[in-house]
């Protein structure tokens, strides 16, 4: 099976700017969990998508967003970058069942860069 | 809220050493345990996981971990680390019945050869 992908894996965006970060889970993973990584804050839990439904959000302000196709790929959005947004952001994608044991898989990240 | 602690930062050891990073997580219920390790430039890979039954659980690449219920910790170990074992390793508690990992710091692991 192909593993988690995520495009593109680096990006450079002035302040104000907007981006959106793809994701696209191993096949027939219907959750699609965004973490933020930081040199300061390590990995923060930025929000899970399943079926096209936000199931959990973490303390991150409203510029952060997201969205899942029906086909569980994964987009998120940044709107109005300030500089401590710079991070390498990462999609992890699981079977989805909140139930059972089931761990999550990781992508290689989209480095982004805000100037 | 959930945390996780990771005892140590920055771990430096000679080849051939032994290893045990600490990690202790403050949540009361069932809790599924585990170790992720990021090589230089790699992504975030699985080294282990615990869900239930024997608290000791082997991972990939000879590291094992032990869970102790009554200490709310999962440490990892490995008996003789090698060059190749350089990397950052995080550990993470996920609440069972739900899809939010929560990480630990990260430990800086250099490995001398």
Known sequence: KA?????????????GQQVTLSCS????????SWYQQTPGQGLQFLF???????????????????????NSRSEMNVST??????????????????EGNYEQYFG???????? | AQ??????????LSEAASLELGCNYSYGGTVNLFWYVQYPGQHL??????????????????????????????????????????AEYFCAVKKYGGNKLVFGAGTILRVKS
Do not use: M
Not at chain 1, 51 to 69: A, C, D, I, L, M
Not at chain 2, 3 to 12: D, E, F, L
């Open chain 1, 25 to 32: 889970p191993i096949s027939g993973h219907r959750s699609v």
């Open chain 2, 45 to 86: 890979q699985l080294l282990l996981k615990y869900f239930s039954g024997d608290p000791l659980v082997k991972g990939i690449k000879g590291f094992e971990a032990e869970f102790i219920k009554s200490k709310f910790s999962f440490n990892l170990r490995k008996p003789s680390v090698q060059w190749s074992d350089t």
């Open chain 1, 48 to 70: 899970e998508y399943f079926s096209e439904t936000q199931r959990n959000k973490g303390n991150f302000p409203g510029r952060f967003s997201g969205r899942q196709f029906s």
């Open chain 1, 108 to 115: 290689p990240g989209t480095r982004l860069t805000v100037t």
């Open chain 1, 3 to 15: 593993g988690v992908t995520q495009t593109p894996r680096y990006l450079i965006k002035t302040r």
């Open chain 1, 81 to 98: 970058l300030e500089l401590g947004d710079s991070a390498l952001y990462l999609c992890a994608s699981s079977p989805g069942q909140l």
């Open chain 2, 3 to 12: 945390s996780v602690s990771q005892h140590n930062h920055h771990v430096i």
